[in-house]
């Protein structure tokens, strides 16, 4: 998937999901299936239409977010090809109906609010108090600059410091966000993915100086670059660079760091910038076989790495097709790991996945309406069998949530989970002839986009020469222009409209956190001991230049003699040089 | 400069651009591809320009309209930017509308600086359109 490989292994595996669907083998009995398909046809006939001739249904066509067209009703002969092992239960493969026997019963989903805001003293506040309030992992947003590999002081980052998350430009920085919290006692997310590799390095640096074992650490950074080329858009260096420290990322962590996540495979940015639900499936999955590969290809065993991958999903409105693409994401991901990449331990095969409610989803008009959406689409993602969960908050469509909106948002999830039963019995969707019916839909249509995805010459081409970015644009101008014609109904913008003004207040970021960031950065960079910090780089430096060296390790040096994100980025980019998207107009 | 024909100057040519570190460009693809069908010429500048740049193109290409989008906070820094440095290379009558996530209480300055538009996500696109479109037929069309 990395680069074209020239079998027919995709094309197949589409082929097998429709004739599996034809087939008629399965959990049903033969007779009584025939019997189930004439009544319906029946009915379609003889109850059904007469009907909707004299009250005509509301729109021509019914179909799903992505376009899959829909009947009226779905009975066991859609799903008549169904075999067992296809609806194997909870905690075994394909592992369609959940990665472990018990779920919900078990242990809760991992309620993660994703936060962060200008300088670190404001965000190690807002942890602490996520942390009171019954969270029970922690998720920290950076900055553009932060996120870009600049420092505070930087000329780029002018106007951008600590806007819209916390701004790290030194170890100093994490020092601070991490201050009195117990490393080795929670997880932490951490949304960074271009210097991901930098910021693993702090992570590492701090929990040193708190004299805790790199074992013991948990956590995830994102790190994955290939949606960043695909979606998200922020990058450094060219995609092969990134690639490569992912790679020693990968080999360092599997090492050293055993419990920590160094890459989350993200189809949350793809579905943000405007792709359907089977593109977000498809395009995630094919990361991931991507990621797979650099593995396999730096010479580990897929055994000893694929338990450390895990995923990232959307959840948005089309409630029934989100939940089958979850469920279908995780068959694709257990079927394909064993059959094609010969993972043996069933930890390889487990797709494992955060869920965030969508941010595009949210409107500024009539906020409060979010409040409903995000319950919706977290239910979606908790029916789907997420393993961590961030809602977002009503008051995001304007600006970074108060602390109000987000106490709203982190309770919804707590609603779902104490109050509402679903999480009493797994899968509780699964045996739904219409969720099933999509399931095997949307893993179908997946399976095709892998196959075009090689033929375009493996996951690299398609994103130099911009066909992923294309697909998603246009499909994300469909949908604007859906919404624009009425046909997509997004209540308070299109329909039930109202003309008073935004009735909540939303929280502001002073220009102080720049102030104080330059200050300290600078700071940083008069204090400590230059000799040390120049020979780190210049070991860093010549590890980029080697691509058989891991550079994981000058990194760590470089980062705890108080080298700044920004240095260390810029001796990257000296080596690597940057990149230049394809024209995607 | 290139110099356009009086018939030419009839198709508005609009140059799209986040001016900025924001990579979320679901919002101007969606824009450039609007304002394509309704007939404009579209340009557009790629990720990661600095208003320096978003200038010099702007008038490089002798555009109508300067259409700048940012989701990451940045616009009243950006913004304004990008305004003053056509005004110093001789694009002061370039129109500039703005769009992206901007709290009302932004709005005022950047009106004052002759920005307008300053839409939020979920504004039609015939709206932006039509604002464009007006924009352009009294400032740049009156004769």
Known sequence: MLSSAKDVYWGKKSKEVSTRRKKTASVFDRRALKDMKAGYERWLKEVYSPWVETAPELKAHFETASGVP???????????????????????????????????????????????????????????????????????????????????????????????????????????????????????????????????AMYAGVAKEKGLRLESLRGTVQADMLKEYIAQKEWVYPPEAHLRIV??????????????????????????????????????????????????????????????????????????????KFRAARRIWATVLRERYGAKKARSLLLRFHTQTSGASLTWQQPYNNVVRTALEAMAAVLGGTQSLHTNSYDEAMALPTEHAVQVALRTQQIIAEETGATAVMDPLGGSYYVEWLTDELEAQAYRYFDRIERAGGILSAIKSGFLQREIAENAYRLSKRVESGEDVVVGVNKYTAKEGSPITTLKIDFKAQKRQVERVRKVRAERDAAKVRSALNRLTRAYDDPDANSMYPLMDAVSAYATLGEIVSAGRAVFGTYKEPQIL | MRQRSAQEKRKIRVLVAKPGLD?????????????????????????????????????????????????????????????????????KDIIVTGGGIIPDEDKPRLLKLGISGLYGPGTSLEEIVGHIRERVRKERWAE
């Open chain 1, 70 to 200: 829909l009947q009226p009703v779905y009975t066991p002969s859609d799903i008549a090809s169904i075999a067992q092992s296809e609806l194997a239960l909870p905690g075994v493969f394909p592992y369609t109906r959940g990665v472990y026997p018990s779920m919900y019963r078990g242990r809760q989903w991992t309620m993660r609010m994703f936060s962060g805001f200008g300088t670190p003293e404001d965000t190690n506040k807002r942890l602490k108090l996520l942390l009171e309030h019954g969270e029970t992992g922690l998720s920290v947003a950076f900055d553009m600059p932060t996120l870009y590999g600049y420092d505070a002081d930087s000329e780029k980052a002018h106007g951008e410091v600590g806007r819209c998350g916390v701004n790290v430009s030194s170890l100093r920085d994490m020092e601070a966000i991490f201050d009195g919290i117990p490393l080795d006692k929670v997880s932490t997310s951490m949304t960074i993915n271009a210097p991901a590799a930098v910021l693993t």
């Open chain 2, 23 to 91: 990579g979320h460009d679901r919002g101007v693809l969606v824009l450039a591809r609007a304002f394509r069908d309704a007939g404009m010429e579209v340009i557009y500048i790629g990720l990661l320009p600095t208003p320096e740049e978003v200038a010099r193109m702007a008038v490089d290409e002798d555009v109508d309209v300067v259409a700048l989008s940012l989701l990451n906070g940045a616009h009243m820094t950006a913004f304004p930017q990008v305004k003053r440095l056509l005004d110093k290379y001789g694009g």
């Open chain 1, 247 to 324: 790679r020693d990322m990968m080999l360092y962590c599997t090492k050293h760091m055993p419990q920590w996540n160094y890459v989350s495979i993200s189809g949350y940015h793809i579905r943000e910038a405007g792709s359907s639900a089977v593109q977000e499936l498809a395009f995630t999955l094919a990361d991931g076989f991507g990621y797979v590969e650099l593995g396999v290809e730096a010479g580990l065993d897929v055994d000893d790495f694929a338990p450390r991958l895990s995923f990232f999903f959307n959840s948005t409105m089309d409630f029934f097709e989100e939940i089958a």
